[in-house]
């Protein structure tokens, strides 16, 4: 935690936008399916993956904890001994649970993108598709999952929102795709309304 007059301010500005109002998702976190009967704090293989959905998409949050854990006695979180310096895990555009609600279209393929915040990566994950993900004890990472929306043959696309906050999903407040029959790439209209990023 930050003490009083040590604030994180790079943390910060990832959370709260400069009008002081945070990007927040629908839901409490979740912790993903493959997550649930582990204990990624001392089981030495396992990563806690949380999962949260906005309108347009999800946001999914990786952890390695192995070593940290609550003390009741010392009532605070304590670390211990592990046996391994990483942990190598596996994601998928479905564990975000609900992300087939953001995909505003019936006949959505479960195809998603996945748009790394630490390292700017973005990902096309083919519906079930798992991408192998590896990390240090205390190391994590935030994804945006978003669905694949195809507007016409060869035209793709999947919305992301302010990719310089954590939960750049949250920024989307409207989303409209209008396509023509049979429509060429200059015939497709798209409206996305976004929360401002600037004061």
């Known amino acids: ?4 007059g040590k604030h994180n301010f790079d943390v910060l500005r990832k959370l709260v936008l400069p009008d002081g109002s945070i990007l927040r998702a629908r839901l409490p976190g979740r ?5 649930l009967f582990t204990d990624p704090s001392r089981d030495g293989v396992s990563l806690l ?10 946001v999914l949050g990786i952890y390695n904890c192995q070593g940290a854990a609550w003390s009741t006695a010392e009532r605070k979180t ?17 564990d975000v649970h609900f992300i087939s609600e953001a995909a505003l279209d019936p006949n959505w393929s479960g195809d998603t993108v996945l748009y790394s915040h630490g390292s700017a ?3 096309v994950l083919p519906y079930n598709a798992a991408m192998p993900v590896s990390f240090k004890i205390l190391e994590h990472e935030t994804y945006t999952v978003t669905p694949i929306k195809v507007l016409a ?4 696309f999947a919305p992301l929102g302010l990719i310089d906050m ?6 989307i407040e409207g989303l409209k795709y ?7 790439l200059s015939e497709l209209e798209l409206d996305i309304k976004v929360k401002e990023s600037c004061g």
Do not use: C, Q
């Open 153 to 156: 043959p060869g035209s793709s």
């Open 78 to 94: 304590t670390f211990h001994k592990t046996n391994s310096e990483a942990i190598t895990g596996y994601i998928r555009g479905r």
């Open 31 to 35: 912790p993903t399916k493959d997550s």
């Open 121 to 123: 990566e973005l990902v």
């Open 178 to 184: 209008e396509v023509k029959a049979g429509a060429e």
């Open 49 to 58: 993956k949380i999962w949260n959905m906005n309108k347009y998409n999800g």
């Open 1 to 4: 935690m930050d003490a009083p």
């Open 166 to 171: 954590y939960n750049a999903g949250g920024a």
